[in-house]
């Protein structure tokens, strides 16, 4: 089944989701993305003024590099090209909508919500959530294959894991870095 994908909001394959670990790291990573791939700016950590520099910084850097810049509960006046969260964070946003899910139940919550994409996790353990529940390859699949989205896997991902998902793309915190 061809999963819906709107021609203007075309979605990345592959997308890098700031943190407070991979902060260091983060103009290096975005020096590995390249045109159509994403930034998700987190970075919740901060307090506002610093968050909001830190945005601009890797904002700047990331569109030079015609990488999109999506907001996790930033605000509107920030100018980003979508938004990330569940789904009843992304449904007042505008532009991608990218929404994480980790069920059945939130795959069609997302759906529901106008998501463009599903950011499906956590695939394999994840040093974010030590010991967290994951749902392994073939759940994931299983899940993947019933959403009417494209999907993205997330949680452990590497470039070389990604090669053996046959889903529309992936994201990381340090498998970019």
Known sequence: MRKRQTIAKRVP??????????????ERA?????HGDALVFRHYHLDRAPRRARFVTLARLARRRGVMVIGARVPRMWH?????????????????????????????????????????????????HPGGKVLGPVRFLMLARLSPLPVIALGGM????????PVHGWAAIDGLA
Do not use: F, K, W
């Not at 394959?13 to 983060?26: E, K, M, P, Q």
């Not at 975005?30 to 390249?34: D, E, Q, S, T, V």
């Not at 590497?158 to 998902?165: D, G």
């Open 13 to 26: 394959r592959r997308v890098l989701l700031s943190d407070a670990r991979n902060d260091a790291g983060l």
């Open 30 to 34: 975005i020096a590995r993305l390249g």
């Open 80 to 128: 980003v090209d979508g938004v990330y969260g569940g789904a009843r964070e992304i449904m007042a946003g505008s532009g991608l909508r990218l929404a994480t899910a980790h069920s059945l139940q939130e795959i069609a919550a997302a759906a529901s919500a106008r998501a463009d994409a599903i950011l499906l996790s956590p695939v394999y353990p994840t040093r974010s």
């Open 158 to 165: 590497t470039r070389a894991r990604a090669a053996h998902l």
